[in-house]
Structure formats: C-alpha cells, structure tokens
C-alpha cells in the first residue's frame, strides 16, 4: 500500500532494544520498555506557514531517529506496526 501522511507528519519503525543487559541478563518482553529509536519509513510533504508556503521537513526516509517514548499514535500499515507522529515530535536524528 503506497502511503503518505499529512502536512508535517513522519511515520516511524521502532528498533529492536538490546534484549541482554550489561551483565548479559536476558530481559523478558513483559519487562522491557518501548524503544524510543526507530527509522522514518514516510514523511509528509511539511507544514504551511501563515503565508501559505511550504516549510521543508528535516527528516527522510531512512534517517534514524530519537523520540519520546509515549510519542506517536501507533497504527498497522501493511501489516506492520508503525508510530504515526508530527515532525516536532522527533528530538534529533542520530549519526
């Protein structure tokens, strides 16, 4: 399915925590806290200024992200779970 959000939104694809601790402890996934990293898989077009033109998103497709940890309204595209968030929802892209 070809989608595409709205305005300044970006969809984004969780990444995996470490599922061992420093000392090498298995964490189960009952105990283990939502990641707050994950890709952009979309992004929209950007927001409207009062003037009417088009401010450019900061984020891409493929970028590597930081966000909040209750950020982002989860939903299923293509059967995958994915975050839907606003672009200002995203603390920084990560190197």
Known sequence: MAFT???DRVV????DEEEKTAGGLIIPDSAKEK???G?????????????GKRIAMDVKPGDKVMFGKWN??????????L???KESD??????
């Open 39 to 51: 890709e952009i898989v979309y992004v929209g077009a950007g927001a409207l200024n009062p003037e």
């Open 35 to 37: 990641p707050s990293e």
């Open 72 to 81: 982002g309204q989860e939903v299923k595209i293509d059967g995958e779970d």
């Open 5 to 7: 959000p709205l305005h």
């Open 12 to 15: 984004v694809r969780r990444l």
């Open 90 to 95: 995203v603390y920084g892209i990560i190197a």
């Open 83 to 85: 975050l839907i968030m």
